[in-house]
């Protein structure tokens, strides 16, 4: 008999991608989807459950699906996917809250993965070289994502306490990338002239989308507990991905680049972030030594590599709400 995995966030494009992955694992004996929603692909020999986490009834799905590993992928990176900053606070903290609540009561679930992300670090002036998993930000996120992801990991450090007999994993995706990703950082790439902040070229880690899917899978089967940063090998410099993109850039002041993106997230044209403005002025690396002594995962494409495949499909419309990272 092989495992019984419920994946939340299936509604989205990588969720969705990844159940039927999941689903073609042969030590994998069946995979529950889990939304509000129903995921607009075809999701294979997926089985598909209609449920909110952020309900109590989550833990019924879990007691009648026998489920015994749970892969949590809904905590939603923008504000306008969600419906607003008040809507997704709710959906990425209060129900990461319920389903850890479900998952501590459950008695067949023993195997957690949680889709993190290295945004937790944040970005700034005083960021070390390269972070590792025992590092923590060097100021703490007031607002927006980065602020709720720090407070889902907290929540899921104390799950790991309470239920030692639970491996829980927690994977620290880097900006994830590739043909099919449409999130803040891609969109960023796809402007026409794409602004840089004055006087800084921040060093940027990538993730290939595919690379992220392998991963989760990796990790839901191998149940190797721990924190892990994943993230392609190598860096690219901002100047050098825009060079590779092929398009102009103009180099702006901070406040300048700031107000751009305001104006760009009233428009609804980007969903361009006080964190992203952080990013993209001071960069981030991490360091993976522990992704491959201890998870014992390589990804397939470096980070150079990933961007590359990112810049060939640049004229492909891109798919809503995919690789949210």
């Known amino acids: 008999m092989g495992r019984v995995v419920l994946v939340t966030g299936i509604s989205r494009d990588i969720g969705r991608r990844f159940a039927r992955a999941a689903a073609g694992d042969p030590s994998i004996e069946r995979v529950i989807g889990v939304d509000v929603v129903p995921p607009r692909g075809d999701i294979g020999d997926v089985s598909f459950v209609r449920a909110d986490i952020r309900n109590p009834v989550i833990a019924k799905v879990l007691a009648k699906e026998d489920v015994d590993t749970v892969v949590h992928m809904s905590v939603i990176a923008t504000p306008g996917s969600a419906g607003g900053r008040g809507t997704m606070k709710e959906l990425n903290v209060i129900g990461s809250m319920q389903l850890l609540a479900a998952c501590q ?95 800084f070229d921040p060093r940027l880690q990538f993730l290939h989308e595919d690379d992220l899917l392998r991963v989760l899978r990796h990790a839901a089967v191998t149940g190797i507990p721990g924190t892990f940063n994943v993230a392609g090998d190598g860096l690219l410099t901002l100047s050098q991905a825009v060079r590779r993109l092929g398009k102009p850039s103009i180099a702006m002041p901070r406040f300048a680049v700031g107000r751009l993106g305001a104006t760009m997230r009233q428009a609804r044209l980007s969903d361009f972030s006080p964190e992203q403005l952080g990013f993209l002025t001071y960069g981030r690396g991490v360091d993976t030594t522990r992704m491959r002594t201890q998870l014992g995962f390589e990804p397939a494409y470096s980070t150079a590599e990933a961007f590359a495949d990112f810049c060939r499909e640049m004229t492909s419309a891109p798919l809503e709400g995919v690789g949210r990272a």
Not at 144 to 162: L, N, P, S, T, W
């Open 105 to 199: 009561k459950s008695t067949t679930v023993d195997r957690l993965v949680v889709k993190s992300t290295t945004t937790v670090y944040g970005s700034s002036p005083r960021d070390p070289a390269m972070f590792t998993e025992d590092m923590g930000p060097k100021r703490l996120p007031s607002s927006g994502y980065a602020k709720d992801v720090y407070e889902i990991e907290g929540y899921v450090r104390g799950f790991a306490r309470r239920r030692p007999d639970v491996d829980v994993t927690m994977i620290r995706a880097a900006n994830v990338i590739g043909p099919h990703v449409s999130s803040p950082l891609t969109n960023y790439f796809r402007l026409p002239v794409v602004p840089r902040v004055l006087g």
